[in-house]
């Protein structure tokens, strides 16, 4: 008797230890899956494409890496010739990074000057009441976008629209931006709507 009830006890332990530590342990990964850590935002930190899968996406990822060298160095040194090869949709995948980065200095280095663009610290004000809510919201609606594209109904000499899309089950998204070339480099048509969100209030 003494015998089987060591025997049931023993099984009985086996079953305990051999099971409770590993549904911890699956129970543990599962969860982590869901954890987003966010990373740690520095001004004009380089960037990597080599990312880890607890931290947010980032719309450089599928930037070329001789792309992303130049990309580093704009950002370092503010000087746009280092985009002047960006394609339109390139840019406006910077453009994205900069708005996630809140890097307002660099988003005025690559904002279309049409003459009425003012000076950078009047631009960092005007940006956080007019713009900064709507461009973050687009940064985090269209991450993990379906397409980017010129739109070509927009297309001149050296002027267009870059459409993001996106599709949440039957629902289809989709944002554009402006932009227009400057000394050969594409930058966003992006004051326009401040003065015009400036007419609105008035």
Known sequence: MSRIFFIILLCGSLTTTGCSPNNAIREKEIKSKNVIIPEKIIQNKPV???LDNRYDFTYLENLPEDKLVEYNRF??????NHLIEFTPEQIV???????????????????YNDGNLPSLEIFINEYREYLSPQLEDNYLKFRFYDAIRVDENTKKEEELAVVIE???GTSKHSVAYALKKEKNIWKMRLYNIVEQSKKEED
């Open 93 to 111: 995948m910077v453009f994205m990074n900069l708005v996630f980065n809140h890097n307002v200095d660099r988003i005025y280095d690559i904002t």
């Open 75 to 80: 950002i370092q040194s503010g000087n746009t």
């Open 166 to 168: 996106i599709s949440y």
């Open 48 to 50: 990597t494409t080599l």
